[in-house]
Antibody, heavy 119, light 107 residues
Framework: QVQLVQSGAEVKKPGASVKVSCKAL????????MHWVRQAPGQGPEWMGI????????SYTQKLQGRVIMTRDTSTSTVFMELSSLTSEDTAVYYC????????????WGQGSLVIVSS | DIQMTQSPSSLSVSVGDRVTISCRAS??????LGWYQQKPGKAPKRLIS???SLQTGVPTRFSGSGSGTEFILTISSLQPEDSATYYC?????????FGQGTKVEIK
């Protein structure tokens, strides 16, 4: 069955970077694009960007342009999201979510990775 | 960006009640809308895609309707396990955008 398994929680200082991983299991990794979504405490989800695991092409939200990089490793069926120049406003749970090929929305989600930014 | 306006923001209802949640898009998104249920500490779970297509395994008391700019999620007879926050998501135009959420509590 399809599973997206994410890396664990991180605590970072302001100005640092964080890299979150998402390992895809149970399907052909290169057949589905992967979204990244984050959710700040008590807030709704916010889309961050998308990566095509086949060719590696990406598209990011304007808000995070220049601070976010999404990459993939096809040998391990893993996608990565790196966010730099962290501030307290980046404290959130970060999710990867698979793009369904037919409908285009988000069918499977990872369990989430909590990132806390605190001095 | 397309704005998704969801209402109400919260509601308190009794077991067995009918619940309707509305989502309005700021422009035509055809039927490119999904509904998601999120429980505390968990990832969102897709209930409905393409505005009205129920996902496998989701109870039939959940239904979705609408197209264009107006969409409705209905829970025909609320059960205790339906206590959660519900979000709509449009994926017609990038960036995908979520509604603000509707928190459903059991009286």
């Amino acid at each position: 069955q399809v599973q997206l398994v994410q890396s664990g929680a991180e605590v970072k200082k302001p100005g640092a970077s964080v890299k979150v991983s998402c390992k895809a299991l149970g399907y052909i990794f290169t057949s589905h694009n992967m979204h990244w979504v984050r959710q700040a405490p008590g807030q709704g989800p916010e889309w961050m960007g998308i990566i095509n695991p086949s060719g590696g092409s990406t598209s990011y939200t304007q808000k995070l342009q220049g601070r976010v990089i999404m990459t993939r490793d096809t040998s391990t069926s893993t996608v990565f999201m790196e966010l730099s120049s962290l501030t307290s406003e980046d404290t959130a749970v970060y999710y990867c979510a698979r793009r369904e090929a037919e409908r285009g929305d988000f069918d499977y989600w990872g369990q989430g990775s909590l990132v806390i930014v605190s001095s | 960006d397309i704005q998704m306006t969801q209402s109400p923001s919260s509601l308190s209802v009794s077991v067995g009640d009918r619940v309707t949640i509305s989502c309005r898009a700021s422009q035509d998104i055809r039927n490119d809308l999904g509904w998601y249920q999120q429980k505390p500490g968990k990832a969102p779970k897709r209930l409905i895609s393409a505005a009205s297509s129920l996902q496998t395994g989701v109870p039939t008391r959940f239904s979705g309707s609408g197209s264009g700019t107006e969409f409705i999620l209905t829970i025909s007879s609320l059960q205790p396990e339906d206590s959660a926050t519900y979000y709509c998501l449009q994926h017609n135009t990038y960036p995908p955008t979520f509604g603000q959420g509707t928190k459903v509590e059991i009286k």
